[in-house]
């Protein structure tokens, strides 16, 4: 079993910054990647990021290229998604997810969930 903590949401201003933390513990090495997505009520579960453990290489979504970064530290095994220039748009519950598929986009081939950090973006 992994098990996941997300953490760092909170309300900030259009154009503002948020760094969002996803620690694992347990069976850390049950994964391969670790992901970021969000969702709002009444939609589906959106990706936003995802990192290649071992290989540090990444994916994105792209509404997000450009102002988004996710990195790891493989010390705290942690992965960390880095928001700058927020819109309101990216108002969510953003959660991390860990899959031993290598870089899916898909939620369906994450199977450890943490339980989701809320991020307001006001106008």
């Known amino acids: 079993q992994v098990q996941l903590v997300d953490s760092g949401g909170g309300v900030v201003q259009a154009g503002g910054s948020l760094r969002l933390s996803c620690t694992a513990s347990g069976r850390t090495f049950n994964y391969n990647s670790m992901a970021w997505f969000r969702q709002v009520p009444g939609k589906e579960r959106e990706f936003v990021a995802v990192?290649?453990?071992?290989?540090?290489?990444?994916d994105y979504a792209d509404f997000v290229k450009g102002r988004f970064t996710i990195s790891r530290d493989n010390a705290e095994n942690t992965v960390y998604l880095q928001m700058n220039s927020l819109k309101p748009e990216d108002t969510a519950v953003y959660s991390c997810a860990a899959s031993l598929i290598v870089l899916s986009r898909s939620a369906g081939d994450y199977r450890y969930w943490g339980q989701g950090t809320q991020v307001t973006v006001s106008s």
């Open positions: 990192l290649r453990w071992n290989t540090g290489s990444t």
